[in-house]
């Protein structure tokens, strides 16, 4: 009969006895914590972010007029260290536009484009705003921007009759890429006939510097007549209440960021994309068919997610992507609610030229059947 062996571990040297008991006593500790406190972690997580009740000093140095650019193009990153007086000058004007192909709407917009002018300033910046609406205008209208603190964003303080100018001003406290959007009543309306654009307030510290920087804003278009309808068209309100969009686009018509109006890059090129959703109903599924966000910015805040491959964006609000562009052909751009993308004209495109990588994607094999370019 054999006695059974029992293996022991060889005994730990005494500065390791010291740390396990160390160990032991610290965790015993935070559960007691934990037990007393309730939940120390979230506390802890609220005091390293805090909340700060801004206090502008006022104090800015000269005065600039802003660079406002229609989309896709997006005025220069912001070189200065200080704040400084910015002056926006933008203009509402109602006007036809071309929707689709053979397909006008009467939009009212900001600065003759739809979306509206890319306003960029820096954080702490004093921004003096003036809106003018043209004397042919059938309707006041005035400016909400989500980067303002004060009463509806600037509305009331800019309700401008046709013919007239309004002027306000408020300091970019938070950074962010931030909504405007007329809210002149009814809102729905003014909304829904192209009043919207963007604004960033870039970080003190600045952005990282990239090789093209992109404005894309998506929204919704409810006419009388059906998708691709050919003609005039009238805003359907019935529609609009309904949340039944006839178009969904982006940069405010289909085909806008198709054939020669597409995006373009280069391969090994940093592409960052402010994209917007003006609404006024749907949430978007914003997707880069071919491409993972490196970085996503989410709802146009602080917060850095990583290898994202669809970001939501709620209407009123943004999102930054950033992304490599690793390989040549097209990317495209989609809401990933994908019949919009397919039967209601959200579809876009980023042009990449460039040398071909077989590491990053080869095509091995198929049917025999090779698309045009690919
Ligand atoms: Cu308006």
Known sequence: MTTPRIHLPAPLPLPKIALVA??????????GTIAA????????????????????????????????????NVPPPITRSYATKVIVNLDVTEKPMRLADSVEYTMWTFGGSVPGRFIRVREGDLVEFHLK???????????????????????????????GESVFSFTAMNPGLFVYHCATSPVP???????????????KAGLPKVDREFYVMQSEFYTKGKYGEHGMQMLDMDKGIDEKPTYVVFNGAVGSLTGDRALQAKVGEKVRLFVGN??????????????????????????AQHNVQTTLIPAGGSSIVEF????PGD??????????????????????D????PNVFAAIKGLGVTAKGE
């Open 331 to 352: 990317l495209i751009l989609v809401d990933h609610a994908i019949f919009r993308a397919f039967n209601k004209g959200t579809l876009g495109v980023l042009h990449v």
């Open 22 to 31: 160390t160990i032991a006593l610290v965790t015993l500790a935070g559960a």
């Open 189 to 203: 309306m003014h909304m829904a006939n192209g009043m919207y654009g963007m604004i960033l307030v870039e970080p």
């Open 37 to 72: 406190r309730g939940l120390p972690s979230l506390d802890a997580a609220r005091s390293a972010i805090g909340i700060p009740v801004r206090t502008p000093d006022g104090v800015v140095k000269g005065q600039e007029i802003a660079v406002l650019t229609e989309a896709p």
């Open 278 to 303: 003006a609404g006024p109903n749907l949430t978007s599924s914003f997707h880069v068919i071919g491409e993972i966000f490196d970085n996503v910015y989410t709802e146009g805040g602080t917060l």
């Open 133 to 163: 609406n043209a004397a042919n205008s059938t309707m006041p209208h005035n400016i909400d921007l989500h980067a303002v603190t004060g009463p509806g964003g600037g509305a009331k303080a800019s309700l401008t009759v046709p013919g």
């Open 354 to 357: 460039g040398e071909k990588n």
């Open 324 to 327: 490599g562009v690793e390989q």
